[in-house]
């Protein structure tokens, strides 16, 4: 039987008795017409008349009516109220239908002699005790109708002055006291079980509640709504272990470009809202069928079916990379970002989730390092390219262990007398069977193993021991990664390198990219003021090639600007360029710092940088990176 939710207000006994009486009502029904029945037979036998049929017949047709009307009741949906109306009729009906077949006992009773008399004794009992029993998950209904034909019956048979009959009403008087009791303890019991049922399926519900809710948590980005790296890979290696799976699919990662100095600059609220805006710009462009996640803190992550034809493939990328070049509106101003694509095509590039995500990585990481904005496809190529890295990276491990790294330097002189005043450092590794490896590609690997620190010791140790060496002007220049700035151990290290070779940190000048201290802002700021208290100076390496915002500029803690040689290139015939050198150049000298500029390459090139007002300078034109022996120092 199925029962409406009853809201607030629907105690599960109510609905329990209810259950309990659809079962029980029909069995009671059937025994008082049984009882009406045989009663009737033998009063019929003894003394027909046409009153006995009349009434007998109206009583049964009552009782068939009743229990057919309960027995329809399973079919049908209650609601609580409708469940406690039936349940007061049950009681109203077993007081009427007590007295009703009472009185036609009692009429019978003169009619009759000793044995039909013992019939009706018999009848009412059973009647009584029936009642009881059928609506013991009613108390009210079995004790009113224990009254209201159990009171009658006693006082009737008790006055009959008949013994037996006396014996009988006192007999009967202990049974129904003893059935009341047992119904009172019986409805106390059951009303308990089904309170302690309803507690259980309480704590279920709220028990699955709140497992649908960690599992919600478990597979569901918090601010974005997007499935989460959890969730992303479990689809992925289904998707991947489906026999079914035959056609080719992309995965794809998508990595926002200069979001760090959001939170930075905006504060984490604004980056919370562009990670949401951007998720938001990502659903409406993409397919409705298509996943797509949230899998770091700025890295969003999508598979695909999608065609594998590379120019559509590009188009996507293009059609992503355009959405995140739109300004996202913040409380604080506009905010511009961009973003960067990396796609893997299932099977070519790979058939585990580890391998897709790995090529999907290495090509992102390709579109990130040619131009911000744009998108890469894993080819043969980039496999090509990978194997030669894990080569690079296994002789890197090598020859930090046997120090076959080397230093170059090159010099910063001043402009305007050509005279050298300091030299910067620059790592170089010839391996014997790699061959030349450029910096910037044994670097990136070296962070990315976490042996940079390595390097940066062993070639900090080699440019002290020179240092020493060198008239007492001149200062050392020398680059730091992002992993060495944030480690203090390390910075630790390098001033024990120093001390140890009795050189002053005041000659010692730590190169710090943009990128670096964006990395981290509040954190490289406080490094970075660690080292200048240290004693140490702290340049600012390739100024406007990063973020070049004037909003951050004044929370770093440096000492020289390096202007990036990009606006060297074309100074001479680009006015832009120029205004832009020239107000860098008055911003060194309100933030009271020295400047220095890189990629100087003709003589046009510096006599123009004089012009502008900048002396201190670097590049081919003065001097190409070479050999300390290779440079006259003075």
């Known amino acids: 039987m199925r029962l409406a939710d009853g809201g607030a207000r629907s105690p599960q006994v109510v609905f329990a008795q209810f259950n309990e009486l659809i079962t029980k009502v029909p069995l009671l029904y059937a025994i008082l017409l049984v009882n009406s029945l045989s009663l009737a037979y033998t009063h019929y036998a003894i003394a027909p008349d046409y009153l006995t049929i009349y009434v007998s017949a109206f009583l049964c047709v009552t ?9 329809r009741f399973k079919n049908l949906t209650f609601s609580l109220e409708q469940a406690i109306h039936q349940i007061r009729m049950t009681v109203f009906f077993a007081n009427v239908m007590g007295i009703g077949f009472s009185w036609w006992a009692y009429t019978l009773y003169q009619y009759g002699d000793f044995a039909l008399q013992s019939h009706v004794a018999y009848y009412l009992s059973i009647t009584v005790i029936g009642i009881i029993i059928c609506l013991i998950h009613l108390p009210a209904a079995a004790w009113s109708a224990s009254v209201t034909v159990g009171v009658p019956f006693v006082i009737f048979f008790t006055s009959s002055g008949e013994p037996v009959f006396i014996a009988i009403a006192s007999n009967f008087i202990m049974v129904v006291a003893v059935l009341v009791m047992i119904t009172l303890s019986y409805y106390r019991a059951f ?13 279920n519900r709220q028990t699955r509640k709140l497992n649908a809710q960690n599992e919600l948590l478990a597979n569901q980005d918090g601010l974005t709504k997007l499935a989460n790296r959890r969730s992303f890979a479990n689809f992925l290696n289904k998707k991947l272990a489906d026999e079914n799976q035959q056609d080719s699919f992309i995965v794809g990662l998508i990595d926002l470009d200069g979001f760090k100095p959001v939170n930075d600059i905006h504060g984490h609220a604004a980056g919370d809202r562009v990670l949401t805006e951007v998720s938001a710009r ?18 969003f992550a999508l598979v695909i079916d999608h065609s594998t034809d590379h120019k559509e493939i590009q188009l996507l990328g293009k059609g992503i990379t355009e959405v995140l070049q739109k300004p996202f509106t913040m409380r604080t101003g506009l905010v511009q970002i961009s973003g960067s694509c990396g796609f893997a095509i299932y099977p070519e590039a ?10 999907a990585d290495f090509a992102l990481y390709e579109a990130k390092s040619r131009a911000r904005g744009c998108s890469i496809i894993f080819s043969t190529e980039h496999e090509q390219l990978i194997r030669q890295k894990s080569q690079v990276e296994l002789a890197l491990t090598q020859s930090v262990s046997s120090q076959q790294m080397t230093l170059h330097y090159q010099p910063i002189v001043d402009g305007n007398t050509g005279k050298i005043v300091g030299l910067e450092a620059l790592a170089r590794w010839f391996h014997s069977e790699l061959g030349h490896i450029p910096p910037d590609q044994f670097i990136a690997i070296a962070e990315k193993t976490g042996i940079v620190t390595e390097i940066t010791l062993s070639l900090f140790e080699q440019a002290i021991q ?21 480690n203090r151990k390390t910075l630790v290290q390098l001033k024990h390198i120093l001390d140890k070779h009795g050189v002053a940190s005041s000659r010692v000048q730590f190169e710090i990219t943009e990128t670096t201290m964006m990395s981290d802002l509040e954190h490289c700021s406080n490094i970075t003021r660690e080292l200048q208290q240290m004693g140490f100076k702290i340049a600012l390496d390739d100024f406007g090639s990063g973020y070049s915002s004037l909003s951050y500029l004044h929370k770093l803690a440096f000492d020289t600007l390096k202007i990036d040689r990009s606006f060297v290139h074309n100074l001479h015939v680009d006015q832009r360029s120029q205004g832009i050198v020239k107000t860098i150049l008055a911003l060194c000298e309100s933030f009271n710092v020295s400047c220095t500029v890189e990629g100087v390459e003709s003589e046009e090139q510096k006599d123009l940088l004089l012009a502008l007002g900048c002396t201190h300078m670097q590049g081919y034109y003065f001097y190409r990176p070479a050999n300390i022996e290779q440079f006259t120092l003075r």
């Open 63 to 71: 009782c068939v009516t009743r229990a057919i009307r309960w027995y």
């Open 282 to 299: 990502l659903k409406k462009l993409l397919p409705k069928d298509i996943m797509l996640a949230r899998i770091g803190g700025d890295e």
């Open 466 to 486: 020179q240092l020493s060496l060198w008239p007492e002007p001149l200062y050392l220049s020398f680059n730091l990664s992002v992993h060495d700035v944030i």
């Open 350 to 359: 790979g058939n585990t989730a580890d391998e897709l995500m790995d090529r």
């Open 191 to 203: 009303s308990s079980v089904i309170d302690a049922k309803q507690t259980l399926e309480l704590q």
